[in-house]
């Protein structure tokens, strides 16, 4: 039995962000762009207005944000869970004002140089010595633009700490992190595992914050686990 699966994208990207991960699990998703609103919990009720009855949820970085949300909204709509690249933690004081410093950034040089200028934080330097990768990034936060940034920004700074939610997880779950994360590294991800009973852990060679573009074989080959896992629960329901 096939069940639908949902892919949210992460800040500064668009649904593209999923594309070679997808191709490469041989899979087809819905892939929202996500609303350009300054709460996350508006964000999260906007993806479940437009998504199937029950799916499985897959979600990179802000994208993973989204999907606690989601988790703490509708949890039975959930069948199963995907996090690549994030975090159950709220932003503390310094991450707040960081947000605020890189939306200033942005809206002096625009989308183009600001996503340019972090690039090389957010990718492995294998992926950064890519002008392909570059390009890819540079053009998906053009397309996101500097409202909806800003706005995310807020909503990502205004976010719950989900860890206290994750006990009550019970679908499948895998949580994948590059190995040279520095955003959220893989620490947060084995804590989002510790916390959450049954989840999968894995850590991704060659990748840094941008896993589904980095190692789009390996991200793809635990999503399929993932969904295999989910359709054999559905089998025998």
């Not at 892939?31 to 906007?46: F, K």
């Not at 060659?206 to 999503?223: R, V, Y």
Request: hydrophobic share 45%; glycine share 8%; charged share 20%.
């Amino acid at each position: 039995m096939s069940v639908p699966l949902v892919c949210l994208p992460g800040l500064l990207c668009t649904p593209a962000v999923w594309d070679d991960t997808l191709a490469a699990a041989g899979l087809s998703a819905h892939v929202p762009m996500l609303t350009a609103s300054d709460r996350m919990e508006r964000v999260a009720e906007d993806v479940l207005r437009g998504s199937p009855g029950r799916f499985v949820l897959a979600g990179h970085s802000m994208g993973g944000y989204v999907a606690f949300e989601i988790m703490r909204l509708a949890p039975e709509r959930v069948a199963g869970l995907f996090l690549s690249s994030t975090s159950a933690r709220a932003d503390d004081e310094g991450q707040r004002a960081r947000r605020g410093e890189a939306v200033e950034k942005a809206r002096a040089v625009g989308m183009s140089e600001f996503a340019a200028s972090i690039a090389r934080f957010l990718l492995h330097p294998q992926s950064a010595e890519s002008p392909i990768v570059r390009e890819r990034m540079v053009k998906m936060a053009e397309a996101v633009g500097f409202e909806t940034f800003a706005r995310h920004q807020q909503a990502i700074a205004g976010r719950s700490d989900h860890r206290g939610l994750l006990a009550s997880v019970k679908c499948p779950t895998t949580v994948i992190v590059g190995a040279s994360d520095r955003i959220t590294p893989p620490a947060q991800a084995e804590e989002i595992v510790s916390l959450l009973p049954g989840a999968e852990l894995g850590v991704i060679a060659g990748a840094a914050h941008m896993t589904l573009i980095e190692n789009p074989l390996s991200s793809a080959l635990a999503l399929s686990e993932l969904l295999q896992t989910v359709g054999r629960e559905a089998a025998h329901a």
